[in-house]
């Protein structure tokens, strides 16, 4: 489920709600009973690393033949 962060337009509170797709947005304050609103933050997972690229994740081609060529040679 996203954590959604809001801030209140009359007293500044900021805080941040974990709530499902499916439910309506919060639209009063529980300090003050002021009107809501909801902010746009960055997202919670940031890709550092290699690993990431299609390149990166994918073996050479050699190195499954070669280990499917082992097999069968033992075989006979």
Known sequence: MPTYEYECTSCGHRFDVVQKFS???LTTCDQCQGALRKLISAPG?????GGFYKTDSRGTSSSSDSSGTSSTSSDA
């Open 45 to 49: 997972i940031v890709f550092k690393g």
């Open 23 to 25: 439910d309506a947005a």
